[in-house]
Every structure is written in structure tokens, then in C-alpha cells.
């Protein structure tokens, strides 16, 4: 009886001690992952894009988000219409929502609501 105790009150430590290190990790990134949620709550469609085709849109002044220096490697996030995006050779739609997929891409543009034009549905 005492052996289970010891076992329960081990791994209580255990999710305790894990739990103190996820909050402090949170707090040490200072909102940087609130406000990279914020900006994909406003983006329609998220696409990856190859880091030439990054420095072309930079070259051509378009100016990358701030979040994406925040995070660590860094990234490019651009805020295009859907015409912009069309001279993007090799895009690759991803889903918009924190991903494997969307944190390993170095370059992403994402398309607002109001750049995306609303298809009209089929009527039934």
C-alpha cells in the first residue's frame, strides 16, 4: 500500500514540477504567442512561401510582420491581397492554425478576410 502512495505522490511532483516549467515558459515569451494567435484569428488562408520569394516581396517593399522576428528561428509573415500572392511561384496552402507545418515554415503570407473573395455557394 505504502509502494502506491509513494508512486502517486511521485508523479503528483512530477505533473507539479511540469507544470511550473510550461508557466514559465509562457511567461518568459513576454505574449508573444497571444499575439501570434491574434494574427492568425485575422488571417483567411496562410500560405508558405520559399525565403527568395521572401526577399523578392521585401525587395519590392513589402514589409514583414513584427511577430514573426519574435519567435526563434525567425519567420516572414506578409499581409497580401490574393492578386500579390498570385506572382508567388511554389506557394503551398497550409492550414491556418498553430501547426507543425506553420512554425516550421521560414516565410508565410496570409491572406486577411477582406482579401479573400467570398465564393458564392451553390443554392439547393
Known amino acids: 500500500m505504502?509502494?502506491?502512495l509513494h508512486e502517486?505522490?511521485?508523479r503528483?511532483?512530477?505533473r507539479a514540477l511540469i507544470l511550473a516549467w510550461e508557466y514559465r515558459q509562457r511567461n518568459y515569451s513576454k505574449g508573444?504567442?497571444?499575439r501570434l494567435r491574434r494574427?492568425?484569428?485575422?488571417?483567411?488562408e496562410a500560405w508558405v512561401i520559399d525565403r527568395l520569394e521572401a526577399d523578392r516581396l521585401e525587395a519590392?517593399?513589402?514589409v514583414p510582420l513584427p511577430i514573426g522576428r519574435e519567435l526563434e528561428p525567425p519567420k516572414r509573415f506578409f499581409l497580401l491581397t490574393e492578386e500579390e500572392l498570385k506572382k508567388a511561384p511554389g506557394?503551398?496552402?497550409i492550414p491556418v492554425r498553430l501547426s507543425g507545418d506553420l512554425l516550421r515554415a521560414p516565410s508565410l503570407v496570409l491572406l486577411t478576410h477582406t482579401s479573400v473573395r467570398i465564393r458564392e455557394q451553390p443554392r439547393r
Open 2 to 4: 505504502t509502494e502506491i
Open 8 to 10: 502517486r505522490a511521485r
Open 12 to 14: 503528483a511532483r512530477e
Open 32 to 34: 508573444v504567442w497571444y
Open 39 to 44: 494574427t492568425l484569428v485575422d488571417a483567411a
Open 60 to 62: 519590392e517593399g513589402y
Open 91 to 93: 506557394r503551398r496552402k
